[in-house]
């Protein structure tokens, strides 16, 4: 069965602190997202990327860095959370467009409460 | 230009059949798809049709697209409880994005 682990699901922090987010898919899927869900406003990406090393910004990338030093693992990371980033944070992978539907595989979530 | 609009909400009687629609404004979009979100869980894909199909039936789901009006539909027969759920409209923009809707939170009565 094909597993996208989202580390935390649920935490709390302060305003200002560091946040750490992980991810880990054990797929070996090129491709891996994170996106933020809120009510109404849907789903939208902050970041992606399509292998190791590298990274493109998505619809809503400030406030936000990721890191993907591994193929299976993608980390977003809030430098200073604020309270307006209070959220369900998303993972998901896929593989490579050119071979697949561009179906994404998604974690369970982490539901973020920043204080 | 990206954007996906569907309703809110949507409540159905258990046994009948539930409707989600669906609007899009990528129209080189090449895949459409229909995920399925239960409680405190992440999306799931439910099904999902290619640009140049009307219709695709699974099981008791069928999908329908116009693309000259573009709109998506998503009809589930013979509704049940389990099928309480947000259910995502999300169009292939490009290689690597999916744009998503809002969501529909479908509710199903007894």
């Known amino acids: 069965d094909v597993k996208v682990t989202q580390s935390s699901r649920y935490l709390v922090k302060r305003t200002g602190e560091k946040v750490f987010l992980e991810c880990v898919q054990d797929m070996d899927h090129e491709n891996m997202f994170w996106y933020r869900q809120d009510p109404g406003l849907g789903l939208r990406l902050i970041y992606f990327?399509?292998?190791?090393?590298?990274?493109e910004k998505g619809d809503i990338p400030e406030g936000y860095s990721v890191s993907r030093e591994k193929k299976e693992r993608f980390s977003l990371i809030l430098e200073s959370a604020s309270t307006n980033q209070t959220s369900m944070y998303l993972c998901?992978?896929?593989?490579?467009?050119?071979?697949?539907?561009?179906?994404?595989?998604f974690g369970e979530g982490s539901r973020l409460t920043v204080l | 230009g990206e954007d996906v609009e569907q309703s809110l909400f949507l409540s159905v009687r258990e046994g009948d059949s539930s409707v989600i629609n669906c609007t899009y404004t990528?129209?080189?979009?090449?895949?459409l798809y229909w995920y399925k979100q239960e409680p405190g869980a992440g999306l799931q894909l439910l099904t999902y049709i290619f640009s140049n199909m009307d219709m695709k039936q699974d099981q008791r789901l069928t999908v329908l697209l116009n693309k000259k009006d573009k709109h998506l539909s998503l009809r589930i027969a013979d509704t049940q409880t389990g099928d309480s759920a947000i259910y995502f409209c999300?169009?292939?923009?490009?290689?690597?994005?999916?744009?998503f809707g809002a969501g529909t939170t479908v509710t199903v009565r007894a």
């Open positions: 990327s399509y292998d190791v090393k590298m990274k």
């Open positions: 998901a992978s896929s593989p490579n467009v050119f071979t697949n539907t561009g179906e994404l595989f």
């Open positions: 990528d129209s080189s979009s090449t895949y």
């Open positions: 999300a169009e292939r923009v490009n290689d690597y994005k999916l744009s």
